[in-house]
Nanobody, 128 residues
Framework: QVQLVESGGGLVQAGGSLRLSCAASGGTGSMYIMGWFRQAPGKEREFVASISKIGGRTAYADSVKGRFTISRDNAKNTVILQMNNLKPEDTAVYYC?????????????????????WGQGTQVTVSS
């Protein structure tokens, strides 16, 4: 069974940077479409970024384009979210997710319903 563990959250001032990491374990060793979502207090969980299994195809929410970068290291079963120029409105619990569909190599899922496995979340707080 696939398990995801996030790390790297914390408190940072506006304009600062954080790097979130998500390590995948278990499963069959296949690669997965990977994504990051976030949920602020009182709000719905929203899409942030995703990356395809191969080819490095990525997708981003408009609110983070140009500031966040998603990448992956398939050899280490790890996906990274580099967050720069953070704003107070980026404050949320960030979740890593895996889309386990087979045979979809170059697609970066953006819908919450496409993801099958979720991590426990890591808190990101940006102070003004």
């Amino acid at each position: 069974q696939v398990q995801l563990v996030e790390s790297g959250g914390g408190l940072v001032q506006a304009g600062g940077s954080l790097r979130l990491s998500c390590a995948a374990s278990g499963g069959t060793g296949s690669m997965y479409i990977m994504g990051w979502f976030r949920q602020a207090p009182g709000k719905e969980r929203e899409f942030v970024a995703s990356i395809s299994k191969i080819g490095g195809r990525t997708a981003y929410a408009d609110s983070v384009k140009g500031r966040f970068t998603i990448s992956r290291d398939n050899a280490k079963n790890t996906v990274i979210l580099q967050m720069n120029n953070l704003k107070p409105e980026d404050t949320a619990v960030y979740y890593c997710a895996a889309d386990l569909r087979s045979g979809v190599l170059w697609y970066a899922s953006t819908s919450r319903g496409e993801y099958d496995v979720w991590g426990q979340g890591t808190q990101v707080t940006v102070s003004s």
